[in-house]
């Protein structure tokens, strides 16, 4: 999955030449909102509800900790990938961010990153819509006249629908799988 200009990605970093770098590596893909004040980014998360949002835990006015302790706490559930120098430690265990990649970083590390996040954004809206549609159509079967489902034009919609939902939430398994095929044979 490659980004287009109409998802958006919000770069938090306290070093204004690693946010002009990331905005240079993913404008020609994404709208690219950059800040180098932590107290900024919530702000900016609220203003455009980024799609994704890359943040830096070492800033000094604001860790990049709690500035994802406050979005979160905000209800914005966009994916978070943490883009640090901060090596990881057992303290990210109870952090609700969605990757972690340690600096410096390569642009395709960070392009990869950004598309995966992207594709398990799309196969979480796929799936939820896939059960949606199975849910109505489950629904009507087990409490309407199997005659009255036949000659309806609206359940026949549903049932192209639901099939359609289907196919569309297992290619998004078959692209998730694909991607973070390796997540899966590490302990």
């Known amino acids: 999955m490659t980004g287009d200009v109409s998802t958006t990605v919000l770069a938090v970093d306290d070093e204004s030449s690693l946010t002009a770098l990331y905005e240079r590596w993913l404008a020609d893909e994404y ?17 455009h509800d980024p799609d994704v949002v890359m943040l830096d835990r070492q800033m000094p006015s604001m860790s990049g900790d709690d500035v994802l302790e406050q979005v ?17 430690g057992l303290e990210i265990v109870e952090m609700p961010f969605d990757d ?14 950004l598309d995966a996040l992207l594709a398990r954004r799309a196969y979480d809206e796929r799936v939820r819509t896939y059960f949606s549609l199975a849910r109505k159509k489950a629904v009507l079967e087990a409490t309407t006249d199997p005659d009255v489902l036949e000659s309806s034009d609206e359940f026949r919609s549903l049932k ?24 899966s044979i590490q302990d």
Request: some cysteine.
């Open 31 to 47: 709208e690219v909102h950059t800040t180098t004040a932590a107290d900024e980014a919530l702000e900016l998360v609220t203003a």
């Open 72 to 88: 979160r706490e905000h209800g914005y559930d966009c994916p978070v990938v943490m883009v640090t120098g901060l090596d990881p």
């Open 100 to 113: 972690y990649l340690v600096k410096p970083v390569e642009r395709s590390d960070l392009h990869d990153t």
């Open 160 to 183: 192209a629908e639901f099939a359609s939902a289907r196919a569309e939430a297992d290619d998004a398994r078959s692209e998730v799988s694909g991607r973070d095929a390796w997540l």
